[in-house]
């Protein structure tokens, strides 16, 4: 069996490919402890692993298995899953990153934002557990009223929703506003890259509904998520472990 683990900043993600090509795949949370997290998740599958990639930004401090970097894993499982597709945007909890791979599945360019939490899946979880996030998305996606939120920092971002509901702004034209924020935000980072005609949308962010359909229609072009978003980056990692 063949296995790839990403030591995320927020969780912990493991595919393993078996020798009949099937995937098992497992989540758990980081906690800020991510060679603890990695070894808690291979334990937990009791599965005999015959080679082991590891990526994330935990990777370098694993003491097991194979080092790659999570761009070229995540170029790697995203091609497996959208050959056609050029560019990937990744947004996880401490950055977020835009990715051109070539026909192959290798890296042909990419950036990455990890100065700004605005940019990042952080920025979300923090003001959604201030407001609540209970909204459906088709009651955001509808909201004719999404008030912007100006600020960049998400402490002064955090204080001007309170300041918004305060004033009787409803939640649900906040939370629209928040992402549809946020979407410009990541349209204007995948900008810096190029001009895509299809992306990939992967990372604990891709699990927002509201904000993808906020990115495409930001972007005017078809954004296509994942089935499990979250490991695409596993996946290259166990993909590039079977290659080996």
């Known amino acids: 069996m063949f296995a790839g683990l990403d030591l995320g900043s927020t969780n912990t993600k493991l595919v393993i490919i078996r020798e009949d090509g099937s995937l098992l795949f497992k989540i758990i949370p980081t906690k800020f402890e991510p060679v603890k997290a990695g070894e808690a998740i291979l334990r937990e599958t009791g599965e005999d692993i015959q080679r082991l990639v590891v990526t994330g930004y935990g990777r370098v401090a694993f003491n097991r298995g194979k080092v790659v970097t999570e761009i ?36 042909v360019n990419f950036l990455m934002n990890d100065k700004c939490a605005a940019g990042t899946g952080r920025f979300l979880e923090v003001i959604l557990a201030a407001i609540g996030d209970e909204f459906q998305d088709e009651v955001l996606v ?62 604990g962010g891709a699990n927002y509904k509201a904000l993808r359909f ?23 990692a166990a993909l590039i472990a079977k290659e080996a």
């Open 72 to 107: 070229t894993c995540q170029a790697k499982g995203c091609h497996e899953l959208f050959p056609e597709v050029e560019f990937i945007l990744d947004l996880g909890g401490q950055d977020a990153k835009i990715i051109k791979k070539d026909g192959q599945g290798r890296v």
């Open 142 to 203: 509808n909201e004719v009223k999404a008030v912007p939120i100006n600020s960049m920092c998400t402490v002064f971002a955090e204080s001007e929703v309170i300041s918004l509901l305060a004033r009787g702004t409803p939640k649900r034209e906040v939370v629209a506003g928040l992402f549809k924020t946020v979407a410009k935000r990541l349209a204007k980072f995948v900008a810096s890259l190029g001009q895509p005609r299809k992306l990939i949308f992967t990372g």
């Open 214 to 236: 906020f990115l495409q229609r930001e972007l005017g072009i078809e954004v296509v998520v994942p089935p499990e978003p979250s490991v695409t980056a596993a996946l290259g």
